[in-house]
């Protein structure tokens, strides 16, 4: 293969084994900085070898192969650093011999490196927001400005938290190990945030050239499908992977021919995926029934309604409001008042949606998100109010990431400034 052909080989290698690279060395090592150092080498290395050689048969077991004998050497000269891994190797099969002891193989029944992997790093020592920044970093793959658009924060801080969450599992001896099944429901809500942020930057991506990154989203939902089929009696796990479903069926429609966004209102719903409706909707009464919904069974609900209806004007908005009542009691967050806000505005008229918005002017969480904006800009332009619309999709067009946005917002903007007369 030549070197003009192995450059989108090359990323999708790279984006495929990444997670499952870093978490194969970090059972096999113990340590995350050592698996993240020797991954990065292992990939510059590839980026050397493979124009000139080609892409291997089998690159990730090249990458794997290549990175564990980085560390072995790295081990082999440093020997504080290996003797302080063989004292987290020793912790680590004393808590598999545990394990084996009551009745449990260790591997805790999970099928996959990464889905271990996201547990383990679920740990309740850690703190929640610092959980979720570091296993979306290193075992999602995202980097850290996507993951700080994840949580609506800084890039800057994002990092520390990144920093400050493997600091803690170094210095409190953290095990990188399967939780024990008793372990696993309260580890549950930090792994489905996980997974749904990973779904979310690939059904949105935060940067780059192009509106979605399909790989992520499919990964994100091919991991929500083996946690559903792990426990089935988890309705959150089902709705979080029904929700995926149901959202991730527009995504043929949600761009054109030229990469372009088209919005809900626009798209073709004959290019939706049925049969990824269909599957997406049994699992919306799962999540619902036998109990308080919880919030990925009733966002799920809410994307159901969007994808039964034939048109935006024949949408159930009523029944979408009150489900967004319901979300954001469990969910008091500004991007979920933020889209109730939407919702409000295509049942009662932009001018009660404008006013929900106008309430979350100082949501300091909302002052880096675009979409808030542009929904302003959007409510604006619907009441006339064109110059005041031309200001707020400005703004919006100075934080979107992709360029199918700002190529949107720049038409948004040249549409609101051109006189009506000459329209």
């Known amino acids: 293969m030549g070197k003009a052909d192995v450059g989108p080989s090359l990323e999708a290698v790279f ?102 992997l996201f547990f383990t790093c679920a740990h309740p020592a850690l703190a929640a927001e610092d959980r979720v920044a570091l296993t979306l970093r290193c075992l999602a793959g995202l980097t850290t400005p996507e993951v700080a658009r994840a949580f609506l924060t800084p890039t800057a801080t994002t990092a520390q938290r990144i920093v400050r969450a493997k600091r803690k599992i170094r210095e409190a001896r953290i095990p990188f190990r399967v939780p024990e099944p008793e372990e696993l429901p309260e580890r549950l809500p930090g792994v489905l945030q996980v997974l749904y942020s990973t779904f979310t930057e690939g059904y949105a991506a935060s940067s780059g050239p192009r509106l979605q990154r399909l790989d992520l989203a499919e990964e994100a939902i091919r991991l929500a499908r083996i946690l559903h089929q792990l426990l089935p009696a988890q309705r959150e796990a089902a709705g979080l992977l029904a929700l995926m479903l149901l959202v991730h069926a527009r995504r043929e429609a949600r761009t054109g021919p030229d990469g372009a966004l088209v919005l809900l209102d626009e798209q073709d719903r004959a290019r939706w995926d049925g049969a990824m409706i269909e599957e997406g909707r049994g699992l919306v009464v799962t999540a619902l029934r036998g109990g308080p919904p919880g919030p990925y069974g009733v966002q799920a609900a809410i994307a159901a ?119």
């Open 305 to 423: 309604l969007h994808d039964e209806a034939a048109d935006l004007a024949s949408t159930d908005w009523p029944q979408i409001v009150a489900l967004y009542n319901v979300l954001l009691a469990l969910d008091p967050s500004p991007v979920v008042a933020l889209n109730r806000a939407g919702a409000v505005a295509m049942r009662d008229g932009p001018e009660a949606g404008l006013a929900l918005l106008e309430e979350l002017a100082d949501e300091h969480r909302l002052r880096r998100h675009h979409p808030y904006p542009a929904a302003r800009g959007d409510l604006l332009q619907r009441l006339g109010r064109r110059p005041e619309a031309a200001t707020a999709y400005r703004e919006a067009l100075t934080l979107a990431g992709t360029e199918p946005e700002r190529a949107h917002l720049r038409h948004r903007i040249r549409a609101v400034e051109t006189p009506p007369e000459a329209g």
């Open 15 to 116: 984006r495929e084994e990444r997670g499952r690279l870093l978490a194969s060395l970090v059972r096999r090592f113990g340590d995350l900085d050592l698996a993240e150092e020797v991954t990065s080498e292992a990939v510059e290395a590839a980026l050397t070898h493979w124009p000139a050689q080609g892409v291997p048969a089998r690159p990730g077991a090249w990458l794997l192969t290549t990175a564990r004998r980085r560390a072995v050497d790295r081990l082999r000269r440093d020997q504080v650093y290996a003797a302080r891994l063989a004292v987290l190797q020793a912790e680590a099969d004393r808590a598999s011999a545990n394990a084996t002891a009551n009745g449990t193989d260790g591997e805790g029944g999970l099928p996959d490196e990464r889905l271990q």
